[in-house]
């Protein structure tokens, strides 16, 4: 079974500041990891994923994530905030292959401070 | 744009009936659907698998007389909370994977917020 430990449930920064919301997972298996964020009152919208190859992914808006086996980490980050980017973000894992549904962390709520 | 709906997005009942929440794929066939529940500043935890054409696996906890699942189209899932109580209020959210996509993102509904009183 997967697990996912998103260590940080807050986490405010000031605007145009570097943020990185942590997120570590637990697998016997290969896997598959995402990020989604949240907006108050809305479902989830895919912000980046890794499958394979590169270990650095990134987003449109300026995230990224690495992922890194040894730490079994995939860390978001990004070097520059925007109000705009408060919201809730959540870390995710699947096992490739087959239809299977994906394990959530907690999630870390990220308020940008003007 | 949105590749899966839901419907509605609130709804507000009286306790003891019955509120039915519907989530569509809209561009894809999906032989299974993912129901997860969302309370407040928590994380989001699977509830059911809904499978076309059969039953929906429910996750240990999850009752499944109460929360009935019908998947009876490829593109049509059904969560009926059943004799609702306020301890169901909470945030629905479906979601759906391509077929045959291999990358295992999944989409998600914009999730039906539920309140009983």
């Known amino acids: 079974a997967q697990s996912v430990t998103q260590l940080d449930s807050q986490v405010p920064v000031f605007e145009e500041a570097p943020v990185e919301l942590r997120c570590n997972y637990s697998?016997?298996?290969?896997?598959?990891l995402f990020w989604y964020v949240q907006y108050p009152n809305q479902g989830l919208q895919l912000l980046l994923k890794?499958?394979?190859?590169?270990?650095l992914v990134e987003s449109i808006n300026g995230f990224e994530a690495e992922f890194n086996k040894s730490q079994t980490s995939f860390h978001l980050r990004k070097p520059s905030v925007h109000i705009s980017d408060t919201a809730e973000y959540f870390c995710?894992?699947?096992?490739?292959?087959?239809?299977?549904?994906?394990?959530f962390g907690k999630g870390t709520r990220l308020s940008v401070i003007a | 744009g949105a590749v899966v709906s839901q419907h509605p997005s609130w709804v507000i009942c009286k306790s003891g009936t019955s509120v039915k929440i519907e989530c569509r794929s809209l561009?894809?066939?999906?032989?299974?659907m993912f129901w997860y529940r969302q309370f407040p500043k928590q994380s989001l935890m699977l509830m059911a698998t809904?499978?076309?054409?059969?039953?929906?696996?429910?996750e240990q906890g999850v009752e499944k007389d109460k929360f009935l699942i019908n998947h009876a189209s490829l593109t049509l899932s059904t969560l009926t909370v059943t004799s609702a109580h306020p301890e169901d209020s909470s945030f629905y959210i479906c979601?759906?994977?391509?077929?045959?996509?291999?990358?295992?993102?999944?989409?998600f509904g914009e999730g039906s917020r539920l309140t009983v009183l």
């Open positions: 809904s499978n076309e054409g059969s039953k929906a696996t429910y």
């Open positions: 995710a894992v699947s096992r490739p292959g087959g239809n299977t549904p994906l394990v």
């Open positions: 697998s016997s298996v290969s896997v598959y």
């Open positions: 561009d894809f066939q999906a032989t299974t």
């Open positions: 979601s759906a994977r391509r077929p045959g996509s291999g990358t295992g993102e999944l989409f």
């Open positions: 890794y499958l394979s190859g590169s270990t």
